[in-house]
């Protein structure tokens, strides 16, 4: 199975920073990476496809990076709004995985 | 509107067996991949079955193989999750979700694009 790893797993940061997240695969999944943003009490939704193709709907201040086995989730401004816990996800085996999440908190 | 609703969770003990649901409307239910993603109190989510258009193939977790079982009924738009020898460990909200794709150079990129609400599974005596 692939893993998935994120870090950091939590960080705090104030409104207008900006914020990356790393994800890494175990093995090389080309493009094949998703992120997702969950609020609590909420299902998630669908922020980035294919590692850097943006989702309709999504705020332009949210981009993707990456391929092979190291990716990358950036809020250029980081909005009140933008407080979650966020996800990457490969689909490149038959068997799906997710990281482990890491919670963005606003000072 | 594309909508998912899921239904059928509840309270079960060690051992025991349920069945959930989810209403698919909005969308040409017989065209998509559709999966099945756990979470687990205070836990990050967890992809757990895959199904494709026609039912012909279905994916698991490794934690649920043999005991888990994806259908679906194209006709009813509907998507289903048997559940048996449920484990303690398998409390979670569960939700159902949509699997779309995007093309490019000969290449499929699935994610899932629309989520469900979740419905809650507790597993316990």
């Known amino acids: 199975d692939i893993q998935m790893t994120q870090s950091p797993s939590s960080l705090s940061a104030s409104v207008g920073d900006r914020v990356t997240i790393t994800c890494r695969a175990s093995h090389s999944i080309g493009s094949y ?3 997702y943003q969950q609020k609590p009490g909420k299902a998630p939704k669908l922020l980035i496809y294919a590692a850097s193709s943006l ?15 190291d990716f990358t989730l950036t809020i250029s401004s980081l909005q009140p709004e933008d407080s ?8 490149y085996s ?3 995985t997710f990281g482990q999440g890491t919670k963005v908190e606003i000072k | 509107e594309v909508q998912l609703v ?3 969770g509840g309270l079960v003990q060690p051992g025991g067996s349920l069945r959930l ?3 698919a409307s ?11 993603v756990r979470q687990a109190p205070g836990r990050g989510l967890e992809w757990v079955a895959n199904i494709k258009q026609d039912g012909s193939e279905k994916y698991y977790v490794d934690s649920v193989k043999g005991r888990f079982t994806i259908s679906r009924d194209n006709v009813k738009n509907s998507l289903h999750l ?3 020898s449920l484990r303690a460990e398998d409390t979670a909200v569960y939700y159902c979700a949509r699997a779309d794709y995007y093309a490019n150079s000969g290449n499929f990129y699935y994610h899932l694009d629309v989520w469900g609400k979740g419905t809650t599974v507790t597993v316990s005596s």
């Open chain 2, 82 to 84: 048997q559940m048996n």
């Open chain 2, 26 to 36: 909005g969308l040409i239910f017989g065209t998509y991949w559709m999966s099945w």
């Open chain 1, 84 to 91: 979650a816990t966020y996800y990457c996800q490969q689909s």
């Open chain 1, 33 to 35: 990476l998703n992120w």
């Open chain 2, 6 to 8: 899921e239904s059928g």
């Open chain 1, 94 to 96: 038959i068997l799906w």
């Open chain 1, 55 to 69: 989702q309709s709907g999504v705020p332009s201040r949210f981009s993707g990076s990456g391929s092979g086995t």
């Open chain 2, 21 to 23: 649901s989810c209403a």
